[in-house]
């Protein structure tokens, strides 16, 4: 098995746009239902906290990660507010069941899980079950499924937590430098993901500056659904090593950036023992 099936915000998108030409996601037939989907409720979130709007009328957070509901609705289609209560697997579950009009029954037909968990994902993509995988980074498209498994990071909590669940909007080309503050060579991606977390990425829509929710705000972190940047370290091949939660410990630096060799030792995580594979959803 080929454990390299991988690759792997609103104020930092102007800067990105600048400086990388990366593989975007575009608003036209191109984009996967389910990534428009994804992204028109991490936008609608994200906007609706700015608005001022946390709750709905029953008290419940509009946005929240959580390991027992399943909610995702969209005022789009006619609910008061936008609402995310997931994490990471019900979060993309319910994309793709919604995007696609699949029932359960239809879901677990076709991937042999109702919610699967991350290993669940993961093992559908490297055994083809609802998903084709997708081995090289170069091929790596908008809309794609990251599923990192965590059975041998001693350092998880596995298997409380079996790993994580992601939906690409965008990759960079691959960037070279020396990590900041050291002579150690790097090359490395950096993927704009959707998901329902705990904690941000960088440059990420859940992340709000001081005095952005009001004045007086403080820097706010919050959880649930967003959309933000997380970093793959690649060889010179392009072949996948592993990966960064962010790109750099400053998570408003724009992609490309190099992280500093602090950052980098504290917080990347080898394929050995977060293995990642990504596959493309297939529909019917």
Not at 42 to 47: H, K, P, T, V
Not at 72 to 80: D, F, I, V
Not at 170 to 179: A, K, Y
Not at 241 to 258: A, E, I, Q
Request: aromatic share 12%; with cysteine; charged share 15%.
């Amino acid at each position: 098995m080929n454990r390299l099936a991988v690759l792997p915000a609103l104020a930092g998108a102007l800067l990105v746009a600048l400086l990388v030409a990366p593989i975007r996601a575009g608003a036209d037939a191109s984009t996967p239902a389910h990534l428009s989907w994804a992204t028109s409720l991490a936008d609608g979130l994200r906007n609706q906290t700015l608005a001022g709007f946390r709750t709905n009328a029953s008290g419940s957070a509009l946005n929240a990660f959580s390991t027992t509901e399943k909610v995702c609705l969209w005022n789009s289609e006619g609910a008061a507010f936008n609402e995310n209560r997931t994490n990471c697997t019900y979060f993309v579950a319910r994309q793709l069941k919604h995007a696609y009009g699949w029932s359960d029954t239809q879901f677990r037909t076709k991937t042999g899980y109702t919610w699967p968990a991350a290993e669940n994902f993961y093992n559908c993509v490297v055994t083809g079950k609802g998903f084709t995988q997708v081995t090289c980074l170069a091929d790596v498209q908008p809309g794609d499924i990251i599923a990192s498994w965590y059975v041998d990071d001693p350092n998880s909590a596995y298997p409380v937590v079996t790993g994580h669940v992601m939906i690409i909007n965008s990759i960079t080309p691959p960037f070279s430098g020396t990590l900041a503050y050291s002579s150690l060579p790097a090359r490395w991606r950096d993927v704009e993901i959707i998901d329902s977390s705990r904690t941000v990425h960088s440059l990420d829509t859940r992340t709000f500056q001081a005095g952005e929710l009001g004045t007086g705000s403080a820097y706010t972190e919050w959880e649930g659904c967003g959309r933000g940047w997380m970093r793959f370290y690649v060889d010179a091949s392009d072949n996948y090593l592993g990966y960064t939660w962010s790109m750099t410990g400053n998570k408003t630096s724009p992609p490309g950036t190099p992280a500093a060799l602090s950052y980098y030792t504290g917080n990347f995580k080898p394929e050995s023992v977060r293995h990642l594979a990504i596959g493309r959803v297939q529909v019917p």
